[in-house]
């Protein structure tokens, strides 16, 4: 195991990893020098490289990164084709991003492993603190290539939700010792994962990196149950576990048993969906509690129940260092601290399937207005499913493309209902939002979670307020309460 055991070792805190480009690399590193365990999401990294660098790359702070990837043939490729000095002008198109395939030798893995260097080597940049990368099991064409890009960068910590990540300590191992690997991918229509090959050789060309270290693996789960499950063998025992409750921003599990609505139309939860940290904590494995954790005395309790601490996310969402729109960092503020913020808990806007969390902000996706306006369009694909087609080969499908395009693939109208483009969505809330014909721009989607209560305390007057401050805050709870 990677990961110490003892909690004095282990960071009492986790920031977490949220959207896309949300958690970049300003806010992990910001969170990381304190000395707590900060967190770039992993999600979309090759696209937001592609359009930053388009951008003009202000700061040059990606070239930086290039520059000290081990195969400079390969930075100085992707340097090349999508750099603009000055930026490309305000009513052009981002250039379009490689589709990841099944393919051994797909294009698009080479970016995604460049992308995910880049992110977690400037997150590391010049400080000790520990760094991880927040990935989604359900994006298993990425996940492989995308840790391999975060392990040679140096990354300390894997963090993978959104399904079962049974695969990923093992894949973690063989990663840091150079080994091909075969990942598997779910394919609607087979009864078995098809293979996903991949070989580490193929990107580093002939380079020898330097001696690669395993990252720590946390699988991030809602019940003991699967934890259990994961803790079953060696090859899928995680280092440790985040305990993420249902109010925590972004994709949520499922309640358990028949999904019944409550007024708003948002999933009901109940007991059987309440983890059991006694169970957690019989493990034997280090665990973060997540999920309207955000303050002093929810560290104070977790610690209690017997976690390592607590992971947190929406505080650093609205904090200075989030890659979070300004403009709507100010609104979601403003909002809340008038009692006017609605989020609800959608459970048809992903194409996942999973709930997720959508702000109720004028000018986003979550206003019917600018939703039914939008063309559906699927342009960058992270959240499609492999399915076998009529003639034997892989396709894929997303019920937020276009309606009569996914029932050609097999799918049918009604999984297209409610269905919001995330990958689009999310990059607009980050400022990257395709530019479309006649100056149309991607609306944003906009992911919190539910409990922003720690406003009131960390920025009563809605001040700007920094990562370092939220540190400092939540430090309170570590010490014990008064008897």
Not at 67 to 92: C, H, K, N, Q, T
Not at 142 to 158: C, E, N, Q, S, Y
Not at 260 to 275: A, C, F, I, N, V
Not at 286 to 302: K, S
């Amino acid at each position: 195991m990677s990961t110490p055991r003892t909690r004095a070792d282990l960071p009492w805190l986790i920031q977490g990893g949220m959207g896309v480009g949300v958690s970049g690399w300003r806010l992990a590193r910001a969170v990381a020098r304190t000395g707590q365990l900060g967190v770039v999401s992993g999600t979309a990294l090759d696209t937001l490289l592609i359009r930053v660098l388009q951008g003009g790359d202000p700061g040059g702070h990606l070239r930086r990164a290039l520059a000290a990837f081990p195969v400079p043939e390969l930075a100085d490729s992707i340097r090349e084709r999508y750099f603009v000095e000055g930026g490309i002008g305000a009513g052009e198109r981002f250039a379009a991003t490689p589709r990841l395939t099944a393919e051994e030798a797909c294009p698009a893995r080479s970016l995604t492993v460049v992308a995910n260097f880049c992110e977690v080597w400037l997150a590391r940049e010049g400080h000790e603190g520990p760094v991880g990368v927040n990935y989604l099991e359900k994006v298993q064409l990425a996940t492989v290539p995308a840790m391999f890009g975060a392990i040679l960068a140096g990354v300390d910590h894997v963090l993978v939700g959104a399904g079962i990540p049974a695969q990923i300590p093992g894949i973690a191992t063989q990663l840091a010792q150079l080994q091909p690997v075969t990942a598997r991918l779910d394919v609607d229509g087979d009864d078995k994962p098809v293979d996903l090959h991949f070989d580490p050789a193929s990107v580093l060309r002939g380079a020898q990196p330097g001696p690669l270290r395993r990252p720590g693996v946390l699988a991030i789960v809602s019940l003991p149950a699967l934890a259990s499950y994961l803790n079953r063998s060696d090859q899928t025992t995680p280092d440790g576990f985040v305990v993420e409750g249902h109010r925590a921003g972004g994709h949520s599990a499922p309640p358990r048993g028949p999904m019944r609505l409550d007024e708003q139309g948002d999933p009901l939860y109940g007991p059987r969906d309440t983890p059991d940290l006694a169970k957690m904590a019989a493990l034997g494995l280090p665990f973060w509690i997540a999920g309207g954790q955000c303050g002093p005395d929810q560290l104070r309790r977790a610690r209690a129940a017997g976690a390592a601490g607590v992971q947190v996310g929406s505080v650093f969402a609205l904090c200075e260092e989030s890659g979070l729109d300004p403009r709507l960092r100010r609104e979601l503020v403003e909002r809340e601290l008038r009692s006017e913020l609605t989020v609800r808990n959608d459970p048809a806007a992903s194409p996942t399937t999973f709930p997720f969390k959508v702000a109720d902000l004028p000018g986003t996706l979550a206003d019917p207005g600018v939703s039914s306006a939008r063309s559906r369009v699927c342009d960058l694909g992270y959240l499609r499913t492999p399915y076998r087609t009529e003639y034997g080969a892989i396709g894929y499908r997303c019920p937020a493309e276009p309606a009569a395009m996914y029932v050609r693939k097999g799918g049918t109208a009604e999984q297209t209902e409610g269905r919001q483009c995330l990958c689009n969505g999310l990059l607009a809330a980050v400022g990257l939002g395709q530019r479309r014909p006649q100056g149309m721009v991607e609306p944003p989607v906009v992911t919190i979670g539910q409990d922003l209560g720690f406003l009131r305390q960390i920025a009563p007057e809605g001040r700007p307020y920094s990562a370092e401050s939220v540190v400092r805050w939540l430090s309170a709870g570590l010490v014990e309460a008064p008897v």
